[in-house]
């Protein structure tokens, strides 16, 4: 049987676009989660939407499980190919196909990286309101799949919120169309926002139209110290009352995050003293003198212990360069556990000090930082091998720390997943943010799109 559809897959593609064995590229093999590489039955690489619902069809009709894989940078191991699957990558399917002023739209096909749609969106005049640290290789149909949220989620919101129209193939096939350019269309079900965040598991995305936002005039980048977590907060919603939507991005980094950044990645202390929480600010606003009066206020107030403006880009890339030095932990240290959480703002003060709790009772020797985009409600937990050295994490060292880092969020009323998505890492723990009743729903979603069970099996839900 499995001979037999390869057979067919490569009637319908050409040769070219159907690779088995040793011929398959080591990149659809493992995913950014970093488990241990799975080689797929085959992979195809379809070149229009047409080839994707032949291959679906052919794929249901043998009851042959699939895995859609984009950019491969997700971090909950969606992509990340089961043994026997056969993996549908969009590599292939890339191009911006329209930049459209007038409707301020843009459309592109699923398997374009995020980099090529913000520099098309630029180029006409327009900016793309997602962004993320992977956006050199992660693909917006990836990002659709995951609802992919980033630095400017407080101004421009999750992927979902920029997404006008889909085009999608369901598991069997059928091609469903709709590339909504209006902001309007009250017209039933919207199944477009359904299969966003869906994770894979619903259908494939081929195209997206993705409504674009004016660029703010200037941005102006300061980063400033904050003497606790509360003291923090205080700033985002001083910040919020006094620009509203010109905040575009408000990130906090605690201090042993800072600590690794200077002492591992070498980067220079950020101020004279080291302060609990670091944060990293963008203004969209041209007004600097109004924002220099409300830093000033701040540090009257004792919110804000230092503070830096930006005074050039090359200031602004220096200070966000903090912010991205934890893309280099592989430099000391294999691999590391990323945990994603969300919780409600006023409970962030307290869960960070759990954290910290537990981290010292609980692996003493690793490598433990938090940071996130907090206006979000979003922390990152980053944890090094439990041994503190520069090996791989086990599997036992990552139950070990899902378990505990879960309970603290299920403790708080938080999400186990604030962006990364559930794939197969967190399966195990959706009922600690999701209700009994809510997962038979997501149970019955998924039954009648995919009645045989072939769209990425065991990603989000059990396998049926
Ligand atoms: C350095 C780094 C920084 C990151 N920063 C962020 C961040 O700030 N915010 C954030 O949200 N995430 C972040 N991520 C995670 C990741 O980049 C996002 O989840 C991204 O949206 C995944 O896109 P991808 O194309 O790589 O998808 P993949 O990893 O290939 O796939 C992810 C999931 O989507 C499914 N999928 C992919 N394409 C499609 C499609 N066309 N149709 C249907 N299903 C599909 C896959 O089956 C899988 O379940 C980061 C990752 C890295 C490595």
């Not at 229009?48 to 699939?66: I, K, N, R």
Request: net charge negative.
């Amino acid at each position: 049987m499995g001979e037999e559809l390869i057979g067919r897959l490569i009637e319908r593609l050409g040769e070219g676009s159907v690779r088995t064995g040793a011929d398959i590229p080591p990149n659809n093999c493992v995913d950014a989660s970093h488990l241990t590489p799975v080689t797929p039955r085959a992979v195809v690489f379809p070149r229009t939407t047409e080839e994707v619902s032949a291959v679906l069809a052919l794929c249901h009709a043998a009851d042959q499980p699939v895995v859609t894989q984009g950019g491969m940078t997700g971090l909950a191991a969606g992509a990340h190919p089961g043994e026997g699957e056969v993996a549908l990558s969009l590599e292939k399917m890339r191009g911006v196909e329209e930049v459209d002023p007038v409707a301020g739209t843009l459309t592109a096909l699923a398997g374009t990286p995020l980099a090529e749609v913000q520099a098309a969106a630029e180029e006409a005049g327009f900016l793309c309101g997602i962004d993320l640290g992977a956006r050199g290789t992660a693909t917006i149909g990836g990002n659709v799949a995951t609802n992919a949220g980033g630095n400017q989620v407080v101004r421009y919101g999750m992927t979902r919120r920029n997404v006008l129209g889909l085009e999608a193939v369901q598991a069997d096939g059928t091609i469903l169309t709709s590339l909504n350019k209006m902001m309007k269309n009250n017209t039933g079900y919207d199944w477009t926002q359904l299969f966003i965040g869906s994770e894979g598991t619903l259908g494939v995305v081929t195209r997206v139209v993705i409504g674009l936002h004016p660029k703010p005039a200037a941005v102006e980048t300061a980063l400033l110290a904050a003497p606790d977590a509360n003291a923090a907060l205080a700033v985002l919603a001083r910040l919020q009352a006094r620009f509203g939507g010109e905040l575009l991005t408000f990130e906090a980094m605690w201090s042993e995050f800072i600590a690794v950044a200077v002492t591992r990645i070498k980067l220079p202390e950020p101020f004279a003293e080291r302060h609990d929480v670091t944060l990293l600010v963008e203004l969209g606003t041209t007004d600097k003198e109004r924002m220099t009066d409300v830093l000033g206020e701040l540090m009257e107030e004792g919110l804000v212990a230092d503070a830096f403006l930006a005074q050039s880009g090359q200031d602004a890339a220096r200070m966000w360069a903090y912010r991205e030095s934890v893309y280099e932990y592989g430099q000391f240290q294999g691999n590391q556990i990323n945990l994603d959480i969300s919780l409600p703002r006023g409970q962030i003060g307290q869960a960070v000090e759990d954290l910290r709790q537990l981290g010292a009772s609980a692996w003493p020797a690793a490598v433990q930082v938090i940071f996130g985009h907090v206006a979000d409600s979003n922390l990152h937990v980053v944890i090094g091998p439990l041994d503190g050295g520069a090996g791989y994490v086990t599997p036992a060292d990552k139950k070990t720390v899902d378990a505990g880092v879960y309970e603290v969020v299920r403790r708080h009323k938080g999400s186990v997943s604030a962006e990364h998505g559930i794939g197969r890492l967190k399966r195990a723990y959706l009922g600690y943010s999701r209700s009994p009743a809510e997962l038979a729903l997501m149970r019955t979603l998924k039954t009648a799109l995919d009645p045989k069970g072939i769209l990425n099996p065991g990603r989000v839900l059990e396998e049926a």
